[in-house]
């Protein structure tokens, strides 16, 4: 019996694996060519507005939830290591530190910025919170992105 039980859990989640749940940036322009997954901006963000940190942030880093069909649902979050390399890139590119100085400082600011902005402790934030969640971590809330 307790064999079954465990053969159960296990098949439930290799099902949720295999089915994939979202589309990863990486993913843009991949797939059959009837099915291929093109990402498409928000409607806020597709016009030729200046907001280039959130268009970066979606189209670079984001991950997209899939409806049920296994198409794009448009609701755009970021993962733990995601946010990390998109924060890496921010302090290098808006902060002018190094890769040595970058990473010591997201080794100590990192966590608890993270654990700020993830309260719920769900795994990922929505992309729409990253200005904050960088400026946070920056310790400047002028940074201009």
Do not use: C
Not at 6 to 13: G, P, Q, R
Not at 22 to 33: C, I, S, Y
Not at 53 to 74: C, H, L, Q, T, V
Request: aromatic content about 12%.
């Amino acid at each position: 019996m307790k064999f079954f039980a465990l053969a159960a859990l296990t098949a439930t989640v290799t099902a949720v694996t295999i089915r994939g749940d979202f589309f990863e940036a990486r993913d843009n322009g991949t797939g059959p060519l009837d099915k291929k997954y093109e990402r498409v901006l928000p409607v806020q963000f597709a016009d030729a507005s200046d907001d280039l940190f959130m268009r970066s942030m979606i189209m670079n880093y984001a991950r997209e939830g899939k409806n049920e069909d296994g198409s794009p649902n448009g609701v755009f979050t970021m993962t733990e290591a995601q946010t990390r390399g998109a924060a890496a890139e921010v302090l290098g590119t808006h902060k002018k530190m190094d890769a040595g100085a970058t990473k010591e400082y997201l080794n100590t600011y990192f966590p608890r910025t993270w654990a700020h902005f993830d309260v719920n402790k769900a795994g990922f934030v929505g992309v729409e919170v990253m200005p904050q969640f960088v400026r946070f971590l920056a310790s400047d809330q002028t940074l201009s992105l």
